[in-house]
């Protein structure tokens, strides 16, 4: 479930002196005069086309992004109607050099091939906080009596044993999360004012404080789920986005993640037969996400950055060596409200993830696995170990180690083609 904040700076500031800011969740106030700087670094077709088969696939309000022959109109704020002018460049060779601190495979000086990834900055974003909070995120199950399936553990887990193996190879390794806590410095507590603020505004006049039972289906509309969710996704993410934008300067981030299908009952998880694989870079943003000055803003900062020409093939290349590794069907999204299927493989899809939205260069979001599928639960269970072992008649690797060797595969394959 998604929530808009619509307008609650207003309570700052008088409405009039400052127009209504219609921002997302703990949004920030959009910069649109860092986009002059993208000026003539992107010709009318190149923009037409990343707007309508990337980013607005499912379309975008004609006032909100006007595209014209040699500049696109974009409205900054629908109260004020106030706009800014994005001039396009002539043609590819009169192209202005698009400014960011990220570099693309193609303009690093060209590596040995035993070093695919010499002076690459490759910031590994392991998702969730896992230990403690596991449950609190919801990335948390146990059966029986056996080893609590904790999906920030397991990231995390992935993330180490890559690490080095990144270093090997030539890259700078960099870790957005390398234990389980969490980077802000805000907890529940420090949003039962704004949860509360929100649940009335989405139509629940009264919320109730707390809930007794996680399986209520009701808990989604109480104070404590509502400043959970913004301590531990919206604080936590922006804060990642913080560090990812102004300490690490990375090249490229891979956000590790373990995927699942409604498991139920936590503490008697239902166990299924499927088990999938896919990638996520930005994109495919709704339309009521586009309505948000914020989120506008962001995209449009995205997209004139250029970094989905770097997401898309390594996300490409990821899949094809993961899928190789996993042997996992490509998922399937049951609809695609959300997302859009984008690139040559099945298993890449285009979304709008605050993480893949908010960092500021290319990011690939990897959801391999289902935890509760029967396979990944049994090797899960396994844990880590060298080589392979007989896991329900097969000789397999460590789950995580075969996560690792997908990631890495697929990293070699696109940095040596890239950089010869
Ligand atoms: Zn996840």
């Given at each position: 479930m998604r929530?808009?904040?619509?307008?609650?700076?207003?309570?700052?500031f008088p409405p009039a002196v400052r127009a209504a800011e219609n921002l997302g969740i703990l949004g920030r106030h959009p910069r649109w005069k860092v986009l002059e700087k993208y000026e003539q670094t992107i010709t009318h077709d190149e923009f037409a086309q990343l707007i309508q088969n990337v980013y607005c696939t499912h379309g975008i309000a004609p006032d909100l992004i006007a595209i014209d022959d040699d500049s696109a109109r974009l409205l900054t704020n629908r109260d004020a109607q106030s706009f800014v002018t994005l001039r396009f460049a002539k043609d590819d060779a009169s192209r202005e050099r698009v400014p960011r601190l990220w570099r693309a495979a193609k303009s690093l000086p060209p590596a040995r091939q035993e070093k695919p990834l010499s002076g690459l900055r490759i910031a590994l974003d392991p998702g969730h906080l896992g230990g403690k909070w596991a449950k609190m995120e919801e990335r948390w199950f146990q059966v029986g009596e056996s080893q609590p399936v904790k999906e920030g553990n397991l990231a995390l887990k992935v993330a180490r044993i890559l690490a080095p193996r990144l270093k090997e190879l030539g890259a700078k390794v960099l870790f957005v999360r390398n234990r389980s806590q969490p980077i802000t410095s805000k907890r529940p507590d420090d949003f039962k004012e704004l949860g509360k603020k929100i649940l009335i505004q989405n139509g629940v006049p009264q919320p109730r404080e707390d809930f007794a039972d996680p399986d209520e289906p009701a808990k989604e509309q109480t104070v404590r789920w509502q400043s959970e969710i913004l301590f531990y996704r919206h604080s936590e993410i922006r804060r990642r986005a913080v560090l990812v934008n102004t300490k690490l300067h990375p090249d490229l981030v891979l956000c590790l993640h373990f995927n699942a299908e409604p498991w139920g009952d936590p503490k008697n998880p239902t166990l299924v037969d499927k088990n999938h694989l896919h990638l996520l870079v930005n994109g495919s943003y709704l339309e009521s996400e586009l309505e948000l000055d914020d989120e506008r803003f962001e995209m449009l900062r995205?997209?004139?950055?250029?970094?989905?020409?770097?997401?898309?093939p390594i996300a490409n290349a990821i899949a094809a060596a993961m899928a190789k590794e996993t042997q996992l069907p490509a998922y399937e999204y049951p609809t695609?409200?959300?997302?859009?299927?984008?690139?040559?493989?099945?298993y890449v899809y285009a979304r709008n993830l605050l993480a893949t939205r908010l960092y500021r260069c290319p990011v690939v979001y990897c959801e391999p696995y289902v935890m509760n599928s029967r396979d990944a639960f049994?090797?899960?269970?396994?844990?880590?170990?060298?080589?392979?072992?007989?896991?329900?008649?097969?000789?397999?690797k460590s789950i995580f180690r075969e996560y690792a060797d997908g990631l890495v595969n697929g990293l070699i394959e696109y940095y040596r083609t890239a950089r010869k």
């Open positions: 929530l808009a904040l619509l307008a609650l700076c207003l309570s700052i995205k997209l004139l950055s250029r970094a989905y020409e770097e997401e898309l695609a409200n959300n997302v859009t299927k984008i690139g040559s493989t099945g049994a090797r899960i269970q396994a844990g880590d170990y060298e080589g392979t072992r007989n896991i329900g008649g097969v000789e397999r």
